[in-house]
């Protein structure tokens, strides 16, 4: 088989969590242009309804629904609606999530249990539900978790502190991986992403005051782009990546390598 067709997505339902905005739009965009049918969902209606527009001038077919993944008891509703209107989900892309600034001694426990509910129990239970209604009963999957370099080593304290976030990340990345081992049985993939710092309504006040050390603490020289997420959030989300699972990739710049 071709290369160009193990990379098509037509015919296929492509759910992205947090998709109205930044990273999860960026990827939106990537799973419509190789075919998918998209099913986009995040908390604010008037942000859902710009992206729809927004992928309706690409041409690609969008149905979009409200729902705070941080709240446990909106999230099944949410996903049996999609599955009534598509009938399937094939690719999951879990991208929903949210930081939180302070030094450790000090750190909120409502701030520290808003970003586990949204980063880690609301990924959890998507997760779930997608798989017990949909891809474990038509034995295929395609679920493309979206992590942070945040998840894989510590922060130097000089640029950030947050706790929360980064044992969230690191908790996605080994869920990743458990995940991965587990539902392989049912012809489902799990990987992750990883990105470093890409502008967005998330890291703009944070990149207004390390951006300039960011940069030249990496290889490459630049923050994240508009572009940066798509070929491999499509890869993994295609038969190309088909024997490809429990892998996360770090699209950084380099940071991570040095």
């Given at each position: 088989m071709s290369v160009k067709k193990m990379m098509d997505l037509t015919g296929k339902v492509a759910m992205v969590t947090g998709g109205?905005?930044?990273?999860?739009?960026?990827?939106?965009?990537?799973?419509?242009?190789?075919?998918?049918?998209?099913?986009?969902t995040a908390r604010k209606p008037e942000e859902l309804a710009q992206a729809k527009e927004h992928l309706g001038r690409m041409h690609y077919e969008v149905f979009t629904l409200p729902c705070d993944h941080g709240k446990a008891a909106s999230i099944q509703p949410v996903v049996e609606q999609i599955m009534q209107h598509y009938g399937q989900i094939d690719i999951l892309v879990n991208n929903a999530g949210t930081t939180w600034g302070a030094p450790a001694e000090e750190h909120p426990l409502d701030a520290w249990q808003k970003v586990m509910d949204l980063n880690v129990t609301g990924l959890f239970l998507t997760t779930q539900l997608v798989g017990k209604l949909s891809m474990i009963p038509r034995r295929y999957g395609r679920i493309v978790n979206i992590a942070s370099i945040a998840g894989l080593f510590g922060n130097d304290p000089r640029i950030q502190k947050s706790l929360a976030y980064n044992t969230s990340k690191g908790a996605v990345v080994n869920m990743t991986r458990t995940l991965a081992a587990e539902w392989g049985q049912y012809n489902i993939t799990v990987n992750a992403i990883a990105p470093g710092f890409f502008p967005s309504k998330m890291t703009k006040f944070l990149l207004g005051q390390i951006g300039d050390t960011v940069i030249a603490q990496t290889p490459l020289a630049r923050l994240g782009g508009?572009?940066?997420?798509?070929?491999?959030?499509?890869?993994?989300?295609?038969?190309?990546?088909?024997?490809i699972t429990g892998q996360i990739v770090a699209v950084d710049g380099g940071a991570t390598s040095i």
């Open positions: 109205s905005r930044g990273l999860g739009l960026q990827i939106a965009e990537a799973m419509g242009e190789m075919g998918a049918k998209l099913a986009l508009d572009d940066d997420l798509k070929g491999l959030a499509a890869l993994f989300a295609s038969d190309a990546a088909a024997h």
